[in-house]
């Protein structure tokens, strides 16, 4: 935990020095003594400071939800995208993209998406009713594919392809060109989804000696599914409104701490959380250093690492099932 924090500490300053222009770590010192006040305020405290902010509180709800996932389900290949929580804010934002809303109120996209997950517990309580883990999953990918439908059906209905440009775009993840403003309004929903799946960390402990034995402890498993519902629905679901879908954060990032910490729910959450924003950090902070003409979405650089980790632990699971 001392090493994390100081790991992500380190990635969040470096983060705030390193950009295109303005400010640099090479002359990090000058700049500070020498820099009209102006121009070190706009660079340093309207874009770089919330981008630092998101990637951290982005990269940390993605690593603790999967963590939570993967111990509620049981599941070493489940992560946030499985509760359909993503792809119901991404819904909530394209139509805001689609319909115009978005320009005529900068913040609808954001205020829509968040919309979208909070639909998301309603349906997912509704679907699943009192059937037990297999219920759910089934529910989340249920909603997850029907959203995805419309997301493809809004692009396929666009008639304005600059329109269809930025719901691409969007899709692809990123958290560029963001402000304090969408800190703020994500920042409430982010800090009430830590809250309730923090709270359901006990009650992940019991349920690795499984769901029976869970029950005659004194697990209730409604609160609990309500607690890691709720809590992923708001930190995933705000994140997303505010950066578009970033992936397999929540998959990889528990993988790599279970080996380090241990296979207790409780102590992999923090960890988690920690570790998720370290590595989010770093690939904000890679895709800046990066020389492309175009800068490179931050999806799109999570997917190229998820993407053949996900195929290895596929293999892996296999190879342990064969043995």
């Not at 820099?35 to 951290?56: C, H, M, N, T, W």
């Not at 205020?111 to 979208?116: F, Q, W």
């Not at 037990?132 to 396929?156: E, P, R, Y």
């Not at 609160?223 to 629905?233: D, N, P, Y």
Request: charged fraction near 10%; charge should be positive.
């Amino acid at each position: 935990m001392i090493i994390l924090s100081l790991v992500t500490l380190t990635l969040f300053l470096i983060s705030l020095l390193v950009g295109s222009m303005g400010i640099g770590l090479p002359s990090a010192h000058t700049t500070l003594n020498k820099v009209d006040p102006k121009i070190y305020s706009l660079i340093l405290q309207e874009i770089r400071l919330p981008r630092a902010i998101l990637g951290f509180t982005i990269g940390a709800s993605l690593g603790l939800a999967g963590a939570t996932l993967q111990g509620y389900l049981r599941n070493p290949l489940a992560e946030p995208g499985v509760m359909g929580v993503s792809m119901a804010a991404a819904l909530g934002a394209v139509i805001a993209i689609y319909t115009g809303i978005s320009l005529i109120i900068p913040m609808a996209l954001p205020l829509m998406a968040i919309s979208g997950s909070l639909i998301v517990i309603f349906l997912l309580q509704l679907i699943a009713g009192s059937g037990g883990t297999a219920t759910l999953i089934l529910a989340g990918v249920a909603i997850s594919s029907l959203c995805g439908a419309l997301t493809s059906l809004v692009l396929n209905l666009s008639e304005n392809p600059f329109a269809s440009l930025e719901i691409v775009f969007w899709l692809l993840g990123s958290i560029t060109d963001r402000s304090m403003a969408h800190v703020w309004l994500s920042g409430p929903f982010v800090a009430i989804g830590w809250l309730l799946l923090v709270a359901s960390a006990r009650d992940l402990d019991a349920l690795t000696l499984g769901e029976e034995t869970a029950v005659s402890l004194g697990v209730n498993l409604s609160r609990t599914r309500l607690l890691v519902i709720s809590g992923t629905a708001f930190s995933v679901g705000a994140c997303t409104a505010v950066a578009g879908v970033i992936g397999f954060v929540g998959l990889i990032v528990p993988h790599l701490m279970r080996p380090l910490v241990g296979y207790q729910p409780s102590r992999l959450l923090p960890t988690s959380a920690l570790a998720g924003a370290s590595l989010l950090l770093c690939a904000d902070i890679m895709v800046r250093l990066l020389s492309f003409s175009t800068e490179l979405k931050l999806g799109v650089v999570t997917a190229l690492i998820g993407g053949p980790f996900f195929l290895f632990l596929i293999l892996k699971l296999r190879q342990k099932s064969m043995t």
